[in-house]
């Protein structure tokens, strides 16, 4: 048995280490957490200390004695998680839960797992920091709080099955607010003029007008003024000009370019970090530090010397913006830095390229631009005409990267040829084209997370989570809208004339942008209204500030608790008890055929519009609205064409045929058959004959393609592709095959390879019972019983599993039967 037992929080993390350390030496995961509080109750003695109960949940109870065992025969365990709060936390949980001896226990940390950090940890060994683990207490307890407390509330006043959360709902109110601007945004029209010019040699350059006309009338007259004018150089000036790099990623700037430059969202970005940090290719990824050790710069310097030249090396330190940005010794970094690319997945790569370019470009030189600035006078007004240019005269980190931007209007300069003051210009054409101002852009993931670090709420860890998590809830999703054609004016002064032009553009497109959802709006509304104090962005900086400060050993955690909870929980009985409802209802006018109110809220079933009161004499009518329209901003007219349907269309086949709008989209009834509309079809717009082509496209789809063991098989198009239906299965067929010829051949190939898959996938099958293991993704098994489904952990070895053992599982999975106060009091009378 190994003298030493080193703990850390993943498998892959454990393989990584044990490379490093000796025969002396065994490495185990704990597969994160041990220990969390319980998930049916709140967990934490609000009425005392706020003391949390921790407990270990059953999928980790195999796990906690297999450790336990492996410590009772160490002589000493190594606790070695990550080196934050979290990771102090999961150490702490360990000591406690496995009761180690503390003479017999040392903690280490290091942010690279490589031969010579892990030796060097082992040398400088350290207790438990708990100032970190409160930290960390801190935050789980009062999101804890929060979301425990305030869930409840929504259930109560808005819609079951919601959740409020102290970061997610901050999130969900920056993008609510952000719609509303651009909602509430009215577009200005103002012309821009500007020109082309060729000088002696016949060089094209543009430039522009330094002002802005309000009307079409005014361009005009302006362009009118050039016909016949002579043009020169009136000024030239040069300046010489500096570009810096950025500096090295933080989880935050990491997560912001991979967005930019690679179209990862902020979870895949960190997926694929850990990856490669627990690969030992990169510094740990969780961090708000810009810093870079001695060693790193040095590092560096050797490659930029070898690969560029002394010119190209500057060496230089970062300084943190960020207050809390205390924890993490360094940036992430590549741990070799002479390793450019390394052989990993794919996406990973890419990653790791991206943090290479950016490492070793922060200590390079500054690029030296020379920017020229060009004055053009016109020989029949004042009005002068500017060009600006730049030219590169070293390229210095450019050469290696260059930062992105989340500016979509950003012009980059480009070069002017050779010009002199007092040189006649000729000038090919003058514009004056209609631009109208901009709403504020919508957010994406990357400048989400910008605005939250911005604002100082949540912390790089929080990021990833809290994008999932709002996105997950339904209160925000992914604009799928690619934006609409506007109309704009374009004037051409050229040949002597002015040409009158209308051309058009896309604007609104929300493809990829975060976008609330009526439920978001909602929700937000909610909140806002009655507990502006928790969804307060200040407040919500200032509990991160006070977690920094209980990190550093300078505020008591539970007093914190004990001052946030005291105004907190009254607020939230008064809220239960005196709140009205909320169903972001808005009346939209008065059914002038009925005299009735038209209205429109949030239902049971979604977002409906409501032909009536529950005052009036008859019942009021409901009719959804469509997957594309909001609570907020559906007219009047709409509403009520929502009323036109269903819309009967005849018969076919003997089956009459309607078009309607359901939860999931417009579709069309035929029989008992539905048909969904394709995207962007107005359900009312729909007649006969297209309905019915429809209904002959779905018929030919679900049509019997061919026949296997007396079974019909058909085909279809689904999310991940196209797909065989055969006794109930569906197949994916992949590229190898031709989908749209597929032979008997293919068919049988298809359905026996999945049969085949199916039988290897299955380690136990008790048939009466009704019960089976199967192999699940990533190295776990899964217990199946009709709809149930509990997932194993990586440690249980499901083939020793038994049928009690299953039931066990399974049981512990069902949710436990409510037994009503009535019920509980007929009891006490018997």
Do not use: C
């Not at 190898?736 to 008997?744: A, G, H």
């Amino acid at each position: 048995m190994a003298k030493n037992l080193v703990i850390v929080e993943s498998p892959a993390k454990a393989k990584t280490i044990e490379k490093f350390l000796g025969k002396d030496f065994k490495v185990a995961s704990s597969f994160g957490h041990i220990a969390d509080l319980p998930s049916k109750e709140l967990g934490v003695n609000v009425d005392g200390d706020f003391k949390p109960k921790y407990i270990v949940s059953s999928d980790k109870k195999a796990v906690v004695k297999k450790l336990k065992d492996l410590a009772k025969d160490a002589e000493m365990v190594w606790l070695a998680s990550d080196e934050d709060r979290e990771g102090e936390a999961i150490a702490w949980h360990l000591a406690e839960t496995l009761k180690l001896d503390k003479e017999r226990t040392k903690r280490i940390v290091f942010h690279e797992i490589t031969k010579s950090a892990i030796q060097k940890a082992i040398e400088n060994p350290r207790g438990i920091d708990y100032n970190l683990v409160n930290a960390q207490q801190a935050r789980r307890v009062l999101d804890r709080l929060v979301g425990y407390e305030l869930s409840p509330v929504l259930w109560r006043k808005v819609k079951g099955g919601l959740s409020a959360g102290r970061v997610q709902s901050v999130s969900v109110r920056l993008i609510v607010e952000r719609e509303r601007e651009i909602q509430d945004f009215t577009p200005v029209a103002a012309y821009k003029v500007a020109a082309e010019f060729a000088n002696v040699d016949g060089k094209v350059f543009k430039a522009s007008l330094g002002k802005t006309f309000s009307s079409k009338e005014e361009a005009q007259t302006f362009l009118e003024k050039n016909i016949g004018a002579a043009f020169e150089v009136a000024d030239l000036t040069k300046k010489p000009a500096k570009k810096s790099p950025a500096a090295p990623f933080t989880t935050s700037t990491l997560q912001q370019e991979a967005s930019r430059k690679l179209y990862y969202n902020v979870s895949r970005t960190m997926m694929l970090a850990q990856r490669l940090y627990e690969a030992g290719l990169i510094t740990y990824m969780r961090t708000d530090s810009v810093n870079l050790s001695e060693e790193a710069k040095n590092a560096a310097k050797a490659v930029i010397v070898d690969a560029y030249g002394q010119a190209y090396s500057k060496p230089r330190n970062f300084s943190n913006k960020s207050k809390g940005a205390q924890e993490a010794h360094e940036a992430i970094r590549p741990t070799d830095m002479s390793r450019q690319t390394v052989a990993v997945e794919r996406d990973q790569a890419r990653l790791y390229e991206m943090i290479w370019k950016r490492t070793i470009a922060s200590q390079m030189s500054e690029a030296q631009l020379e920017k020229t600035t060009v004055k053009i006078n016109a020989s029949k007004h004042d009005e002068q005409f500017t060009a600006n240019g730049e030219v590169l005269k070293f390229e210095g980190f450019l050469k290696v990267y260059l930062e992105g931007t989340d500016d979509e209007e950003e012009e980059q300069e480009g070069m002017l040829p050779a010009l002199k003051v007092g040189e006649a210009l000729t000038n090919n054409f003058i514009t004056a084209t209609e631009r109208f101002t901009r709403p504020p852009y919508r957010y994406t993931e990357a400048s989400l997370v910008k605005k939250l670090e911005e604002l100082g709420i949540g912390r790089p860890s929080t990021y990833a989570p809290t994008i999932s998590t709002i996105q997950n809830r339904g209160y925000v999703e992914k604009g799928v809208i690619e934006g609409v054609e506007r109309k704009y004016t374009q004037l051409i002064l050229e040949e002597g004339g002015v040409v009158d032009k209308t051309l058009s553009e896309k604007i609104g497109s929300d493809k990829g942008k975060l976008v609330p959802t009526d439920i978001g709006m909602i929700v937000n509304d909610f909140l806002v209204s009655n507990f502006e104090n928790i969804l307060d962005y200040n407040f919500t900086a200032k509990v991160e500030q006070d977690f920094d400060e209980i990190a550093s050993g300078e505020e008591d955690w539970t007093k914190m608790m004990k001052d946030f909870y005291k105004k907190f929980h009254p607020q939230v009985e008064d809220v239960q008890e005196n709140a009205d409802r909320e169903t972001g209802e808005r009346i939209l006018g008065t059914d002038s055929a009925t005299g009735k109110q038209v209205s429109v809220r949030l239902g049971k079933f979604g977002p409906m519009v409501q032909l009536g009161t529950v005052d009036d004499e008859e019942k009021p009518q409901f009719a959804s609205l469509g997957p594309e329209q909001q609570l907020n901003t559906i007219t009047f007219e709409e509403a009520m064409d929502l009323f036109k349907l269903p819309k009967a269309l005849g018969t076919y086949e003997g089956q009459a045929v309607e078009v309607n709008n359901g939860r999931f989209g417009p579709y069309v009834k035929f029989g008992k058959s539905f048909v969904s509309l394709p995207k962007g079809v107005d359900p009312l717009s729909v007649e006969m004959d297209q309905a019915v082509e429809l209904i002959k496209e779905k018929q030919k789809a679900d049509a019997p393609i061919a026949s296997y063991k007396n079974m019909d098989v058909t085909k279809g198009k689904g999310r991940f592709g196209p797909f065989i239906k055969w006794n109930g299965m569906f197949i994916n067929v992949n590229k190898k095959y031709d989908f749209d010829n597929l032979s008997q051949s293919d068919i049988e190939s298809l359905i026996e390879d999945k049969l085949q898959k199916e039988r290897e996938k299955l380690i136990h099958h008790w048939e009466d019972e009704g019960i089976r293991v199967e192999k699940a993704r990533w190295g776990r098994s899964v217990i199946i019983k009709g709809k149930t489904k509990v997932e194993l952990g990586k440690d249980v070895d499901a083939t020793k599993i038994t049928l009690d053992k299953a039931k066990e599982y399974l049981e512990a999975k069902a949710p436990k039967k409510k037994t009503t106060e009535k019920k509980k009091t007929s009891a006490k009378k018997k």
